[in-house]
Each structure stands twice: as C-alpha cells, then as structure tokens.
C-alpha cells in the first residue's frame, strides 16, 4: 500500500512539475512577443490608423519608404483602388485612372495626398453600344467626407467625373490613356 502512495505521488509530482514548466515557457514567449512590438514601435513611430471609407489599414512609419516610392512628385495614396479590377477595369486602365486622380490632386490646394475609394460603392454597368463601360463610385480625398464619382472606361482610356455632396460636377479628366503615376515602367 506504502508503495502505491509513493508512487502516486511520484507521477502528481511530476504533472505539477510538467504544467510548471508549460506555463513558465507560456510566459517567456509572451515576454519575447511584448518586447519586439516593444522595439518595433520604438525603432519607427508607427501612426497605423483604418481609413474608414476604404477599411484599409493605412501604415506611416517614420524612416520607412512611402508608399509612394517610385511615382511621380505629390503623388497620393491611393486606398482600395483594387475594386476596379474585381469591376472589370485592367491594370492599364486602372494605371490611367490613378493618373486622372493625380491630375485632380495636385490641382488642388493644399495638395491632396489620400484618395480612397470607398469600401463597396463601385458599381459598374454592362457595355454600351459604342462598348464603353461606366462605374460609379465614392470617393474621399484626404479622409474628407466622401462625394460621389464616376469613370467611363473603354479599351485602355479612362474618363473620370469627380462631383461635389450635391452632385455637381467639379472635375473632368477628359480622355486618359497609357498615363501611369508610376516613374519606373
């Protein structure tokens, strides 16, 4: 019986021992978790916010290389640009409107340097006779309240109408075509 009791409190002793050092090695990578994001934030100042009309979470860290890197001169964000793609535009057309929008942005004073294209809001209709597409969106500049837009889109040339909250027009791009705000091809 003697026996029995030793050597069950052999193996209780050894479970005690066993979740002691689960839990110790538990804790060490949670010490090792908190002081790289420690040292991550320290070593760049991290202003990391979700734009609230593209729901994409916009990064700038102090020292790192913009996002704009390789564009033309006041170039501006562009955010959730990529629901063109999923609504018929190819990288071509979508590189001619980014261009349309920076013939927009850096007409304006101070000079616009985030359009973000709201979450949802492109709708696009089927071709016209002539094969020309149209897609209506929102759009907000620099965080701003978002206006209403549109693109028509045909071969590789884009037209995009830019209007103001009570739906005039403040903005036509005329006929863009093969123009990139990238300075690298």
Do not use: C, H
């Not at 050894?14 to 804790?27: A, E, K, N």
């Amino acid at each position: 019986m003697q026996l029995v009791n030793r050597r069950n409190l052999v193996i209780a002793g050894s479970i005690v021992l066993l979740l002691i050092l689960v839990g110790g090695l538990y804790l060490a990578q949670q010490a090792r978790d908190n002081a790289n994001k420690q040292q991550a934030t320290t070593e760049g100042t991290d202003t990391q916010t979700v734009d609230k009309n593209s729901g994409e979470t916009v990064s700038n860290i102090e020292g790192k290389t913009p996002e704009t890197y390789g564009m033309l001169p006041n170039t501006p964000a562009y955010l959730n640009t990529e629901e063109f793609i999923t609504n018929g535009l190819t990288s071509e057309q979508l590189d001619s409107l980014k261009y349309a929008f920076y013939m927009y942005t850096t007409a304006q004073n101070p000079k616009i340097t985030q359009v973000s294209i709201t979450k949802d809001s492109v709708t696009a209709t089927p071709p016209n006779a002539d094969g020309k597409m149209v897609a209506n969106f929102q759009v907000a500049f620099d965080g701003k309240a978002k206006v209403p837009a549109s693109i028509v889109y045909f071969e590789n040339s884009v037209e995009l109408t830019i209007m103001d909250a009570s739906g005039n027009k403040v903005f036509e791009s005329g006929t863009v075509t093969d123009k990139s705000v990238y300075t690298q091809p």
